[in-house]
């Protein structure tokens, strides 16, 4: 495996590295070497310029560390060998996927303030001033989503926007949380104001896909700033008002069914408003690697196949309508449910999944291939390991595949997000709302993935209220395995690190059994802890709740280590 390793402050770079994209997902320069003074001559060299923002700047991120942040470390995985540091809660500044995670946002910041930089610099009076504000859009665009990562995982971060201003510096300082979100709301709304309102090639971010991160971000910065732990109503209202105006005036629509968001091709389709773009090369670093460590088996991979180890938790299991605890001891689930998602995101003993193609040995020793059914472990542990983003074979991937190098996208931003977080807004400092159009975004939702509307009737026979953990429940699993919920819990740790942190801490985490009622083609099936797994939780507190820095870059830049300070930005 060839490793590339990128110095956040201070490597700098003449041009991107050229991705090997297909033409028909984004527009693409040519492969040959070239140099910053002869490229940007034409719209379409600069609008090249910013391809490789959309992939491989953020594949040491997708690679890995991207589940092992979102997921493993918020409980949505169970790990209890592999990553154990992660899962555990204590992974420190050496930990390969802390160092990856970093340095990984830490390069589309460098690589978008270089873009910035060139246009700025290179581009030739052949390039209309509409496309060098579109193509500086994307960069920033892409800085913005960077730092959003970095500040919910590490907190106070420094915020650079030119890397040769400050290459010989030795005293750069961490930003205040909120400095940094006054930041990035700044620079979103100005983003949104640049980007046309349709893609101008396929995968590439519009002033929707701005307004969809700007709902976000409010929704954070209304918990930045929270007073006595109640969130800001002005940020509120705006992360309410990004999201209608994203789903009202985007022309984007819910896709009729949650699986076919993972059956590939999925790509670019019309609930997307931002992914990174992957194709199958052989090169490392345009292609999608993440198949390769979650599928479960060889059998359903290319010569990899290693994710057997990684499963559902115990946690996230229990999130599911229609399974439900048995005695009082809560040892036992049993049930199944009608939510599409748990199938499509995690796979069950008995289940079916035509998309993939399988190796199988047959009883009398034949070898050969069938649709994927996940096999039964009849042991006291076992694994519900992932289905999301698991494609299969070459065989069922038209453009291709081998091992780790995968064509299919990873979502950043989907329309179900913006139905959600309209929704939390609207709640916002409440328990409970009967906000007609909020619970309508909530059951639609629930209802594409084949459950009923909630059913919380106060009993007058005149309103039906949705309720902060119907919202908290629906954003776990919409999203899990999508990298989300860690990221979920920090925007929750900043008006309420009591309830953050107690959600992290009576997660149980620890190994245990799935037993089918008939193999295959289950009806429902029996989750049971493993007795004698005693690691089932983990102790989070204030001061392990953010990452920490590589301890590589502390050494290189001690003043990293100093009390943050508020951003004011030169413009």
Same mark, same amino acid.
Request: with cysteine; hydrophobic share 35%.
């Given at each position: 495996?060839?490793?590339?390793?990128?110095?956040?402050?201070?490597?700098?770079?003449?041009?991107?590295?050229?991705?090997?994209?297909?033409?028909?997902?984004?527009?693409?320069?040519?492969?040959?070497?070239?140099?910053?003074?002869?490229?940007?001559?034409?719209? +379409?060299?600069?609008?090249?310029?910013?391809?490789?923002?959309?992939?491989?700047?953020?594949?040491? =991120?997708?690679?890995?560390?991207?589940?092992?942040?979102?997921?493993?470390?918020?409980?949505?995985?169970?790990?209890?060998?592999?990553?154990?540091?992660?899962?555990?809660?204590?992974?420190?500044?050496?930990?390969? +996927?802390?160092?990856?995670?970093?340095? !990984?946002?830490?390069?589309?910041?460098?690589?978008?303030?270089?873009?910035?930089?060139?246009?700025?610099?290179?581009?030739?009076?052949?390039?209309?001033?509409?496309?060098?504000?579109?193509?500086?859009?994307?960069?920033?665009?892409?800085?913005?989503?960077?730092?959003?990562?970095?500040?919910?995982?590490?907190?106070?971060?420094?915020?650079?926007?030119?890397?040769?201003?400050?290459?010989?510096?030795?005293?750069?300082?961490?930003?205040?949380?909120?400095?940094?979100?006054?930041?990035?709301?700044?620079?979103?709304?100005?983003?949104?104001?640049?980007?046309?309102?349709?893609?101008?090639?396929?995968?590439?971010?519009?002033?929707?896909?701005?307004?969809?991160?700007?709902?976000?971000?409010?929704?954070?910065?209304?918990?930045?700033?929270?007073?006595?732990?109640?969130?800001?109503?002005?940020?509120?209202?705006?992360?309410?008002?990004?999201?209608?105006?994203?789903?009202?005036?985007?022309?984007?629509?819910?896709?009729?069914?949650?699986?076919?968001?993972?059956?590939?091709?999925?790509?670019?389709?019309?609930?997307?408003?931002? +992914?990174?773009?992957?194709?199958?090369?052989?090169?490392?670093?345009?292609?999608?690697?993440?198949?390769?460590?979650?599928?479960?088996?060889?059998?359903?991979?290319?010569?990899?196949?290693?994710?057997?180890? =990684?499963?559902?938790?115990?946690?996230?299991?229990?999130?599911?309508?229609?399974?439900?605890?048995? &005695?009082?001891?809560?040892?036992?689930?049993?049930?199944?449910?009608?939510?599409?998602?748990?199938?499509?995101?995690?796979?069950?003993?008995?289940?079916?999944?035509?998309?993939?193609?399988?190796?199988?040995?047959?009883?009398?020793?034949?070898?050969?291939?069938?649709?994927?059914?996940?096999?039964?472990?009849?042991?006291?542990?076992?694994? !519900?390991?992932?289905?999301? =983003?698991?494609?299969?074979?070459?065989?069922?991937?038209?453009?291709?595949?081998?091992?780790?190098?995968?064509?299919?996208?990873?979502?950043?931003?989907?329309?179900?997000?913006?139905?959600?977080?309209?929704?939390?807004?609207?709640?916002?400092?409440?328990?409970?709302?009967?906000?007609?159009?909020?619970?309508?975004?909530?059951?639609?939702?629930?209802?594409? !993935? &084949?459950?009923?509307?909630?059913?919380?009737?106060?009993?007058?026979?005149?309103?039906?209220?949705?309720?902060?953990?119907?919202?908290?429940?629906?954003?776990?699993?919409?999203?899990?395995?999508?990298?989300?919920?860690?990221?979920?819990?920090?925007?929750?740790?900043?008006?309420?690190?009591?309830?953050?942190?107690?959600?992290?801490?009576?997660?149980?985490?620890?190994?245990?059994?799935?037993?089918?009622?008939?193999?295959?083609?289950?009806?429902?099936?029996?989750?049971?802890?493993?007795?004698?797994?005693?690691?089932?939780?983990?102790? !989070?507190?204030?001061?392990?709740?953010?990452?920490?820095?590589?301890?590589?870059?502390? &050494?290189?830049?001690?003043?990293?280590?100093?009390?943050?300070?508020?951003?004011?930005?030169?413009?």
């Amino acid at each position: 495996m060839k490793i590339y390793k990128y110095s956040w402050l201070i490597g700098l770079i003449g041009l991107f590295m050229l991705t090997n994209c297909s033409e028909d997902n984004l527009v693409r320069p040519p492969e040959d070497a070239l140099t910053d003074v002869d490229f940007y001559k034409t719209n +379409e060299e600069v609008l090249a310029a910013t391809a490789p923002l959309y992939s491989r700047m953020w594949f040491d =991120y997708n690679d890995k560390a991207s589940y092992s942040i979102g997921d493993l470390r918020s409980g949505i995985m169970m790990a209890p060998w592999n990553s154990r540091e992660f899962g555990a809660f204590n992974a420190n500044g050496d930990n390969s +996927e802390v160092i990856a995670g970093w340095n !990984a946002f830490f390069t589309v910041i460098q690589q978008s303030n270089l873009a910035i930089r060139n246009i700025n610099t290179y581009a030739t009076d052949a390039v209309s001033d509409d496309v060098k504000k579109i193509a500086i859009a994307e960069a920033r665009f892409m800085r913005a989503c960077a730092y959003r990562n970095l500040v919910l995982a590490w907190g106070p971060v420094p915020i650079i926007t030119d890397n040769i201003e400050i290459m010989n510096s030795t005293d750069v300082r961490r930003n205040t949380a909120s400095s940094i979100w006054k930041f990035l709301t700044s620079e979103m709304r100005s983003i949104a104001e640049d980007l046309p309102e349709e893609s101008y090639a396929a995968g590439r971010v519009t002033k929707y896909s701005a307004e969809g991160m700007l709902a976000r971000f409010y929704l954070s910065r209304a918990g930045v700033e929270a007073v006595g732990g109640e969130r800001n109503q002005m940020y509120l209202d705006s992360a309410k008002y990004y999201a209608q105006h994203v789903i009202e005036n985007s022309g984007k629509s819910l896709l009729e069914d949650y699986r076919s968001l993972f059956l590939y091709p999925y790509d670019n389709n019309n609930e997307s408003l931002f +992914e990174l773009q992957w194709v199958y090369s052989n090169a490392w670093g345009p292609s999608n690697s993440v198949p390769a460590y979650l599928a479960y088996s060889s059998d359903i991979g290319n010569g990899d196949g290693w994710g057997g180890a =990684y499963s559902a938790s115990w946690f996230v299991i229990s999130q599911y309508e229609g399974l439900n605890k048995i &005695g009082t001891t809560g040892d036992t689930i049993r049930g199944a449910t009608l939510d599409t998602r748990l199938y499509n995101t995690f796979m069950l003993p008995g289940a079916h999944y035509p998309e993939i193609t399988q190796d199988y040995t047959a009883p009398d020793g034949t070898v050969g291939q069938r649709e994927c059914i996940y096999p039964n472990n009849t042991s006291d542990y076992s694994f !519900a390991c992932t289905k999301k =983003y698991i494609v299969g074979k070459a065989v069922d991937v038209a453009e291709g595949a081998s091992s780790q190098h995968y064509p299919n996208n990873t979502y950043m931003l989907r329309l179900a997000e913006l139905y959600l977080i309209y929704a939390e807004a609207v709640l916002g400092n409440n328990e409970q709302s009967s906000d007609a159009t909020a619970l309508e975004y909530v059951n639609k939702i629930r209802r594409r !993935a &084949g459950l009923n509307n909630l059913p919380n009737d106060t009993g007058d026979g005149d309103k039906t209220y949705f309720m902060t953990n119907d919202i908290f429940k629906e954003r776990i699993v919409e999203f899990a395995m999508e990298s989300m919920f860690m990221y979920d819990l920090s925007n929750i740790f900043y008006y309420d690190k009591a309830r953050a942190l107690s959600i992290l801490n009576n997660q149980d985490r620890g190994l245990f059994a799935v037993y089918p009622d008939v193999f295959p083609n289950p009806n429902s099936w029996t989750f049971v802890k493993t007795s004698w797994h005693t690691e089932r939780s983990i102790t !989070a507190t204030e001061g392990n709740f953010y990452l920490p820095i590589p301890t590589a870059d502390l &050494g290189g830049m001690p003043s990293l280590t100093e009390d943050p300070v508020d951003y004011y930005s030169s413009n």
